[in-house]
Every structure is written in C-alpha cells, then in structure tokens.
C-alpha cells in the first residue's frame, strides 16, 4: 500500500461560537467541542486511509480556558501514528478573541481511528510518510500512547 504524507491528510477547522452552543454562563458545552473533535478527526482520519473510519477511543480530553459566546475556535488536526488498522489523531483546540486576536490553546487530544471495509472488518492504512521532525516526533510519542493503550485494553479484558 502507497505511503502517505502527514501533510496531505492534515487539516484545519474554525468554527464561531454561537447561542445554541453554550449554556447559561455564556460559555460553551464542553460536549459541543467533542463533537468538533470527533467529526474534525474522523475527517482526517479518512483523508488519511480513504476509507470508513471509527472512533475507536478518545484519550482523556481537559478544558483548561473557557470558551466564550462569539469566540472563534480553531481545531488543528493530523495523524500522528498509524499502525496496522488503527490510526492515532492529534487535535488541538484554541479560542481567539475575535476583538482582540488573543489567541490561546483550550484543549488537546488523542483519538485513535479503526478504517474498516465494506464488511464492516478492520482493514490496513497507508503507511505514514514523516516529513518533518515535528512529525517525526509526534510519530514516536503516538506509538508510545498507542502501546500504552493496548496494555490498559489487556488489562481491563484479564479483569474482565
Ligand atoms: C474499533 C473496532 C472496529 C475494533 O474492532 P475489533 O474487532 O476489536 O478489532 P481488532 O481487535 O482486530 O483491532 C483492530 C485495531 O483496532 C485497535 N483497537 C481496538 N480497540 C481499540 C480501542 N478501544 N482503542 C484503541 N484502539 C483499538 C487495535 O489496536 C487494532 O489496531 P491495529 O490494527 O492498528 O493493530 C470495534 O471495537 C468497533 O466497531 N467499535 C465501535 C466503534 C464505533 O461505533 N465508534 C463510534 C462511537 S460509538
């Protein structure tokens, strides 16, 4: 199968904060940006192995700045580390003050994709071309996440 570059699947997404999207401190639902998250990963995921793709886990994912009413929220999204089936998606999320332009990172997080065929099964992704030391660098800690991961599935399956 053909290798591909991070660079082709990589992506950003903007979205503006709007009324139905927060509650009553004006603020926005922590669960509106998961669903950002997942939607701007899955497209990247599939951009990626060009297939169906499902999320398979999300890593713990922390709002660390409110998000406010009129805000901009930009999602930035690659695939950081593929495997046979299964593909690990960085994204991060940030809030910019449309008046002043600050702009400051709220969220970030893991989520690994499973492409599967026409039945339904698990099926190979491409090979991921690492262009960059950035990249580089993302691949490595993602097959460090992604192993760590196994092991806790292992675990909690003994258990039960
Ligand atoms: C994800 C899913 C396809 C895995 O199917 P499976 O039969 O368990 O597949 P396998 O055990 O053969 O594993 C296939 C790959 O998925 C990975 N995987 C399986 N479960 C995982 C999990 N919980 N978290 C992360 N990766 C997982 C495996 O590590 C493996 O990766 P690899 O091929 O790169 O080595 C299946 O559990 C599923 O369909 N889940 C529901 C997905 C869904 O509906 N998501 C939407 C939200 S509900």
Not at 67 to 86: A, C, F, M, P, T
Not at 109 to 131: M, N, Q, R, S
Request: aromatic content about 4%.
């Amino acid at each position: 199968m053909e290798a591909k570059a991070v660079s082709a699947s990589r992506a950003e997404f903007t979205h503006l904060v709007l009324p139905p999207d927060t509650n009553a401190l004006g603020t926005i639902f922590g669960g509106r940006i998961m669903e950002w998250v997942d939607i701007a990963a899955a497209i990247v995921s599939q951009r990626h192995c060009r297939t169906t793709a499902v999320t398979a886990s999300i890593d713990e994912l922390h709002f660390i700045h409110p998000v406010r009413l009129g805000d901009i929220v930009i999602l930035k999204v690659s695939v950081n580390y593929v495997h046979k089936s299964s593909m690990e998606i960085g994204v991060s999320v940030e809030a910019e003050d449309p008046r002043s332009g600050l702009r400051r990172q709220t969220s970030s997080a893991f989520l690994t994709f499973v492409a599967l065929d026409e039945a339904g099964k698990p099926t190979p992704v491409p090979p991921l071309i690492l262009e960059t030391q950035e990249d580089q660098k993302r691949f490595e800690a993602g097959r460090i996440r992604m192993e760590r991961r196994k092991q806790q599935r292992l675990k909690r399956q003994k258990k039960g």
